[in-house]
Each structure stands twice: as structure tokens, then as C-alpha cells.
DNA sequence: TATGCCGGGTA
DNA sequence: TACCCGGCATA
């Protein structure tokens, strides 16, 4: 599953000469495609793939789930500058302006995580859209505002980020690191420490987005360090490709499919995947989910024990044994190879047990071993039968 | 396909 | 009630 890494118009040159976007744009874009369709007063083509100059793509292959962290995590972001270019609607803008301004992160829209349950992990990769030359011109392309929007408001509504979870903004300026509770300080440390130049208000206002990086501090004590969220690497300078201000890092796709609502894929998280705190507590759940979904047939004692030497395969009692010693977290056999073994498994002693729930059935006598009149006599002396025998009826002489 | 036998019909 | 048979399930 390799996907460039989408490129979006809202991203612009840092600095450093990295690609960034906007912390503020995914808000915008939120904005926008909410906003009446007269923004956009000239039809534009929308494209589905734009080629993307080669040095600004993923040398081999990105990981989708990176990419949709990052995607993601441009959203989660929220700057308090705003790019918003004066011909843009203002019914749009104040919105963003509202989120964005005022020297204190909203968390309104920008927090907690990500559900990308969509295709059941396997999220649509956003086609590579073209880089603008001009920061603030006009969006020259809506597919991208297509797809983020098809992205975002096809996801369900993002939680809220939890309380025991503090914000902090780390200063992203090689060397620094410096850590601060508010984005005004950060700005402000950035503004006159690092880039000195505030004569430029307006300019250095809008870098200062690129050297800082919202955090998330876990302040829930029984949470492990490891739920302590990490910057993401992409937020670092160093990254080649792109720079992000983001916050925490959401889980990847594979592992919302694992902790999502719905019983749809319940598999535990891929192997290999970071298994943040929060979300490997979820996957037990996920089990928990599977055994009581399908309980109602594991419970019942299969009556399969009777009959040890006609089945092949896995003996009954294991089986039994296995499914109801097994401990919660374990994978015990699963119930449909269970259902499978009863199917498979000949019925001869036990037709009831493994054919469909008939009332017909229920009544109706076994096929007894013994051989009957019509077997012993043969049907040229059907005179020599018993009456039922004769009479179809079950045989009187040969019981079972 | 052969066999067992249930359910129903008929005399 | 005795007898017969269609039809279904199973081996």
C-alpha cells in the first residue's frame, strides 16, 4: 500500500524550504467545504491526479498509515495564524478566525483522534495535488477540497481529547526544544529568539507556525509513559519531505480497525504496529467482543463426546476443554472453527445435533444400525417381513 | 441409490 | 384397524 505523499494546495514553502501546510488550513478547509458553492464563482476542473514533481514525493513508498497520521495531524493542529486570503469568503473566515486567534488553542475540532474506519482500514489515498506557486492565491484546484472533505466528513465526529491531557507547544528550532504552555509564548519565544526579526510582524507571525509543535501531555498518572505522545517525526525540520505542526499522532489505521466501535474487524492490532497504551486496552475488548458475540455457541456442551471415534478430527472434549478453560485474552479456537469441526464432523450418531433445526427431524426415529426385513429377507420375500416392515413402518423384528 | 420410516390415505 | 404408499432423511 504505497500512496505518495498527497500534496496539498494549501502547502507552501517553509522557510526552511520544506513543504509545509498551514496548521490552520485543514480548519479552513473544514470551513470552506461547509461554505455556500458561490466561494468558487468560476468553475474549476477538479483533478483526480496531479503529477507531482518527483522531489516532493516519498522516495519509495510512504506508509499509509503515516501519511493519514500526518493528514490527520495537520487537522488535529490549529495556528493561530491565519492565511486567510482576503477574497475568501467571510463567512468563512471568521470561523477559522475564531478557532485560531486569540492566543489559546481552541480544542474544538482539533483534538482527540481520528477515526479513519473507512473501508475498514483501508482509507482511499488522497491523489497528490499539485503545489501552488503562490501561497496566498486563490485555491486553483477543488479536488483536493473534494477529498479532504470526502475525508473529513465521511469520518464520524472526532472525540474529544481527553481531560487528563494537557497541551504544550515545543519549540521545533534546531537546538531549543523548548517547551511552553501557550501558543502566544511560543510564538513570541520563536519570534525573538529564533527568528529576531519582529519588525516583520506579519511575516515572522507566519513562521513562527513552522518551529513549533503542539504536544500533548499525558497527565493521567496510570497511564504508561508510553501513551506519553511523541512529536512526530514529520514535524521535524530534519524531515526532507514535509513539516507538519501537529500534535499527537493518531493511531494508524489498522489500529482505529482494532479499537473502532462495531464489531466489524475484530482482530487485534497488526503485529508489529506501536501499539500505543490506549489502544492496546481496547483490543482485549475486541476478544471479549468475539466470545460473547458467538457464546451462545460455545457455551451449550456439544453432545459430540459421545461419539470419540468417529470424529477425525479435533476431539470434541479438546475442544470443549479449550473453549471454556481458555483464559479472556487468549485466542482460544475460534467459535466458526468450532461450527466448522461440527460440520465436517460425520453425524451419524448425532444427525439431529448437526443438521438444520427441523421439528420434522426432531421426531422422526435414527436410522437404526440393525439390518431390517427388507435388508435380511430381501425384497423378492417381503412375505417373510415383519408387518411394520411390510408396512413401511418402523421394523418390529430387528430393533435397535 | 438403497434403505428406513413417518405421515397420511383408503378400505 | 389393517394395509398401503408418497415422500423425506439418511447411509
Given at each position: 500500500m504505497t500512496t505518495p505523499l498527497p500534496k496539498t494546495r494549501l502547502g507552501k514553502r517553509s522557510p526552511m524550504g520544506a513543504l509545509v501546510i498551514a496548521p490552520c488550513h485543514m480548519t479552513e478547509l473544514l470551513a470552506m467545504s461547509t461554505a455556500p458553492p458561490h466561494i468558487t464563482p468560476e468553475p474549476r476542473p477538479v483533478s483526480c491526479c496531479i503529477d507531482v514533481p518527483k522531489s516532493y514525493r516519498s522516495p519509495e513508498s510512504v506508509d499509509m498509515d503515516e501519511m493519514m497520521a500526518a493528514m490527520v495531524l495537520t487537522s488535529l493542529s490549529c495556528s493561530?495564524?491565519?492565511?486567510?486570503?482576503?477574497?475568501?469568503?467571510?463567512?468563512?473566515?471568521?470561523?477559522?478566525?475564531?478557532?485560531?486567534?486569540?492566543?489559546e488553542l481552541s480544542d474544538s475540532g482539533s483534538s482527540g483522534y481520528w477515526s479513519w474506519d473507512r473501508g475498514s482500514g483501508s482509507p482511499v489515498p488522497s491523489?497528490?495535488?499539485?503545489?501552488?506557486?503562490?501561497?496566498?492565491?486563490?485555491?486553483?484546484?477543488?479536488?483536493?477540497?473534494?477529498?479532504?472533505?470526502?475525508?473529513?466528513?465521511?469520518?464520524?465526529?472526532?472525540?474529544?481529547?481527553?481531560?487528563?491531557?494537557?497541551?504544550?507547544?515545543?519549540?521545533?528550532?534546531?537546538?531549543?526544544?523548548?517547551?511552553?504552555?501557550?501558543?502566544?509564548?511560543?510564538?513570541?519565544?520563536?519570534?525573538?529568539?529564533?527568528?529576531?526579526?519582529?519588525?516583520?510582524?506579519?511575516?515572522?507571525?507566519?513562521?513562527?507556525?513552522?518551529?513549533?509543535?503542539?504536544?500533548?501531555?499525558?497527565?493521567?498518572?496510570?497511564?504508561?509513559?508510553?501513551?506519553?505522545?511523541?512529536?512526530?517525526?514529520?514535524?521535524?525540520?530534519?524531515?526532507?519531505?514535509?513539516?507538519?505542526?501537529?500534535?499527537t499522532s493518531p493511531p494508524s489505521p489498522a489500529q482505529q480497525a482494532a479499537a473502532g466501535?462495531?464489531?466489524?474487524?475484530?482482530?487485534?492490532?497488526?503485529?508489529?504496529?506501536?501499539?500505543?497504551?490506549?489502544?492496546?486496552?481496547?483490543?482485549p475488548s475486541c476478544f471479549w467482543q468475539v466470545r460473547s458475540e458467538h457464546s451462545y455457541q460455545a457455551c451449550p456442551p456439544v453432545q459430540v463426546l459421545a461419539s470419540p471415534v468417529s470424529c477425525p478430527w479435533t476431539p470434541p472434549a479438546a475442544v470443549l476443554n479449550t473453549t471454556q478453560v481458555a483464559p479472556f485474552r487468549s485466542r482460544s479456537i475460534s467459535v466458526g472453527e468450532q461450527w466448522l469441526q461440527q460440520q465436517n464432523t460425520p453425524s451419524r450418531h448425532h444427525p439431529a445435533a448437526a443438521s438444520p433445526p427441523r421439528s420434522h427431524c426432531a421426531s422422526r426415529r435414527a436410522r437404526g444400525e440393525a439390518k431390517k426385513c427388507r435388508k435380511v429377507y430381501g425384497i423378492e420375500h417381503r412375505d417373510q417381513w415383519c408387518t411394520a416392515c411390510r408396512w413401511k413402518k418402523a421394523c418390529q423384528r430387528f430393533l435397535d
Open positions: 493561530p495564524i491565519v492565511q486567510s486570503p482576503p477574497q475568501r469568503d467571510p463567512a468563512t473566515a471568521p470561523a477559522c478566525r475564531m478557532e485560531c486567534s486569540g492566543g491523489p497528490p495535488i499539485a503545489e501552488t506557486d503562490s501561497l496566498l492565491a486563490p485555491p486553483p484546484d477543488e479536488g483536493l477540497d473534494m477529498e479532504m472533505e470526502q475525508v473529513l466528513f465521511d469520518e464520524p465526529a472526532p472525540r474529544k481529547r481527553k481531560n487528563s491531557v494537557k497541551v504544550a507547544y515545543r519549540c521545533l528550532w534546531p537546538n531549543c526544544g523548548k517547551i511552553l504552555t501557550s501558543v502566544v509564548g511560543i510564538k513570541r519565544h520563536i519570534r525573538t529568539l529564533h527568528l529576531g526579526h519582529s519588525s516583520e510582524p506579519e511575516q515572522s507571525r507566519r513562521e513562527e507556525d513552522f518551529y513549533y509543535t503542539e504536544i500533548l501531555l499525558e497527565m493521567d498518572p496510570t497511564a504508561p509513559p508510553a501513551a506519553l505522545p511523541a512529536v512526530p517525526s514529520a514535524a521535524l525540520p530534519a524531515n526532507p519531505g514535509a513539516r507538519w505542526a501537529s500534535c466501535p462495531g464489531p466489524r474487524t475484530p482482530e487485534p492490532a497488526a503485529p508489529g504496529v506501536p501499539q500505543p497504551s490506549l489502544l492496546s486496552q481496547s483490543a
